[in-house]
């Protein structure tokens, strides 16, 4: 159910210490140091540098996992529960500083809450979830876009006539596809219910 990079393939894989892993590692420690800048430093500037480092390392992670062979299953798992956890932290954090809606929030927030329960479906069936859907990893390239973006137009202001309605263009277009791509995954999910006997 996440927007990730692995396959099938990674999942067959127990490594750990691998270059795609580690950076996730990195970008996981990066979380509460960027709530840290945005929320009590006030540091927006340094935030949007973290912020922006992020999406890039995210981006690197799947691409070094492919060229290095280095796929995972603990790679499968861990870049896309860190990239949903910098999405949840950045809009919690934006919407504190009135820079996103919180409405917004709460719908990305939501696709995450409904989909959550899903994963009991596959674990009851001893399954792995679904392979991640390109249209969803190109969801969270727009909201990894936009977040940033939407910062910028605060961190830098003069930046704000490019910035802003980029952010708000690339914000507003990836929520459309986050949650189309839930719908998606929540049809698979009951699909799979309904077809395939649990504990077999």
């Given amino acids: 159910m996440t927007d990730a990079t692995g396959t099938a393939d990674a999942r067959g894989s127990d490594r750990i210490l691998t270059v795609p892993n580690v950076l996730s590692f990195v970008r996981l420690l990066g979380v509460?140091?960027?709530?840290?800048?945005?929320?009590?430093?006030?540091?927006?500037?340094?935030?949007?540098?973290?912020?922006?480092?992020?999406?890039?390392?995210?981006?690197?992670?799947?691409?070094?996992?492919?060229?290095?062979?280095?796929?995972?299953?603990?790679?499968a798992l861990l870049d896309p529960a860190v990239d949903r956890l910098y999405i949840v932290a950045t809009l919690v954090a934006l919407v504190a500083r009135d820079i996103v809606p919180w409405w917004i929030a709460v719908i990305l927030v939501g696709r995450e809450l409904v989909l959550a329960p899903t994963?009991?479906?596959?674990?009851?069936?001893?399954?792995?979830?679904?392979?991640?859907?390109?249209?969803?990893?190109?969801?969270?390239?727009?909201?990894?876009?936009?977040?940033?973006?939407?910062?910028?137009?605060?961190?830098?202001?003069?930046?704000?006539?490019?910035?802003?309605?980029?952010?708000?263009?690339?914000?507003?277009?990836?929520?459309?596809?986050?949650?189309?791509?839930?719908?998606?995954?929540?049809?698979?999910?009951?699909?799979?219910a309904r077809t395939v006997p649990a504990g077999r």
Avoid at 55 to 64: E, F, P, R, V
């Fill in 119 to 192: 994963l009991a479906v596959y674990r009851r069936r001893e399954l792995s979830p679904p392979d991640v859907l390109y249209l969803g990893k190109g969801a969270t390239f727009l909201l990894m876009c936009a977040l940033p973006l939407m910062l910028g137009a605060v961190a830098v202001p003069a930046s704000e006539p490019i910035t802003g309605p980029l952010g708000w263009a690339t914000l507003i277009w990836g929520t459309v596809l986050y949650v189309w791509t839930g719908l998606l995954y929540l049809g698979q999910a009951v699909v799979t």
């Fill in 32 to 75: 509460p140091v960027f709530l840290y800048l945005i929320l009590v430093a006030h540091a927006d500037v340094w935030a949007l540098i973290l912020l922006a480092a992020s999406s890039i390392t995210d981006w690197a992670d799947g691409k070094l996992a492919r060229l290095l062979d280095q796929t995972s299953r603990l790679g």
